[in-house]
Nanobody
Framework: QVQLVESGGGLVQPGGSLRLSCAAS????????VGWFRQAPGKEREFVGA?????????HYADSVKGRFAISRDNSKKTVTLQMNRLNPEDTALYYC???????????????????WGQGTQVTVSS
């Protein structure tokens, strides 16, 4: 069982930065793939990025955020952060972190493999 709590959302101007954190509970956190997803008003939830667990620690990003967003992971603190730079209004959304085990690479962008979800944190990019 894993519980996830996101934090760090807020209002930021275009071009600005925010850092989101995902704090996890559970003794086997290091084995989990942790993903970030977001849902904008009126749109379906979409993949943002993910970091694999079990020592793999490979990083994967949606094309829309590649080069602007970066995920980092600290298994000792059971946290995963999403550093978001050069934000634009299209990044406005409710951001979720999610965790799952045994997610194969071809499914890492799909919600179905992620068993545990946080409650979400709102990011608003506006002048």
């Amino acid at each position: 069982q894993v519980q996830l709590v996101e934090s760090g959302g807020g209002l930021v101007q275009p071009g600005g930065s925010l850092r989101l954190s995902c704090a996890a509970s559970g003794s086997t956190f290091s084995r989990y793939t942790v993903g970030w997803f977001r849902q904008a008003p009126g749109k379906e939830r979409e993949f943002v990025g993910a970091v694999r667990g079990s020592g793999g620690n490979t990083y994967h990003y949606a094309d829309s955020v590649k080069g602007r967003f970066a995920i980092s992971r600290d298994n000792s603190k059971k946290t995963v952060t999403l550093q978001m730079n050069r934000l634009n209004p299209e990044d406005t959304a409710l951001y979720y972190c999610a965790a799952g085990q045994g997610i194969i690479l071809s499914m890492i962008r799909e919600e179905t493999g992620y068993l545990y979800w946080g409650q979400g944190t709102q990011v608003t990019v506006s002048s």
